[in-house]
């Protein structure tokens, strides 16, 4: 029988709940994947602990997905997820690598100081929202900077809902701001860019030293993998956290949701072109050209969108080519053999 109560420290919701038939209830067994090996996956459940062996009948799984097991332990089926991050995968021409499912919040990470980028923010905001996850924007470093208010500000411009908490990184009682998303069976994923202090965050608010600090590394240029294994943490104070070391190299596919939701002072303005089709380059009755010269709309946020729009549409297009390409020529292989067995057979 299911104890509710404990799966919902690992995360459960009535999302999952409402999934489950009446037979399924009595005959499976919830788990949730907690670590992602090359072998297969680390899952967590109300009898402890699990390793389930990769099958080739199970669907994509990542760190995070809810997973319904048979009595024996073997693999019943996928629950439907709340959020999912994926990106385009590094080194692969065909495929989308999921990242982490069933995500709440999203800690955007950027430091104080040389990192500090209104652009590379916009981009990490384009997938967390595609994601359907909350962003936190973390600024970190915050004893080594003298005037925060200056970044602020800038940031307050992109979006004034935006939720913005200031840090150090190295100081329990400065990161407890960023308690309340890290309680009670709550998902935190970390995302930033490297050396912006996102492991030393995390095991602050860990109370441990439970993620490495600097170190873990996947060479996206290459495609070659070290250690790629995300796994998510479970910190006293209730909630489960995950680093993610690999997302330097963060590049936006089917992400058009995403990043209009991340512009929606562009989109909005957008509406009121006079023309459907404008491209806000000196088209008569543009809203948004307006709005800059106006000065309520920083050219810089337009050129960011439109390049970003453009890159997810870029990439979505270039895999489905390529996974089409890759699919005709699997049925030219496959008809090849057919006619070279045919042609055997009659000999
Ligand atoms: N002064 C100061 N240093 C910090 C702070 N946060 C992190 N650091 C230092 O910054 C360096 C990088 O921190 P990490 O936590 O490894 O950064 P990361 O974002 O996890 O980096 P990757 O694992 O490469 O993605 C370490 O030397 C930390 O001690 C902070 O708030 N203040
Ligand atoms: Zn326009």
Redesign the pocket.
Known sequence: MHDFSKLSQLGWRTHFQQQLSLQELETQQAYRVIAQHRSGYQLAGVSGEYHLAIGHSMPLITVGDWLLLNNDMSFYRLLKRTSLFSRKAPGSKLDTQLIAANVDTAFI?C?LNYDFNLGRIERYLSLVNQANVEPVLVL?????CTDPDIYIDQLKQLNSNLIIEQ????DASSTSVLQPWCKDGQTVVFI??????????ANTLANSET??????REDDSKGRHTTTSRALKQIALGGLLL?T?GM?ELQLTDCEHGVSSTFDDIQKLEQQCRFNNCQHQNQPGCAVTAAIEAGELEPRRLLNYQKLLREQANNTASLAEKRAHFKSQTKMYRNIQTESRKRKKNN
């Open positions: 990470v430091s970190s470093k915050l004893d080594v840090v150090n990184g190295l930033g860019s490297s050396g912006v202090g996102k492991s030393t965050l993620f490495a600090t600097g170190g873990i680093d070391p330097r």
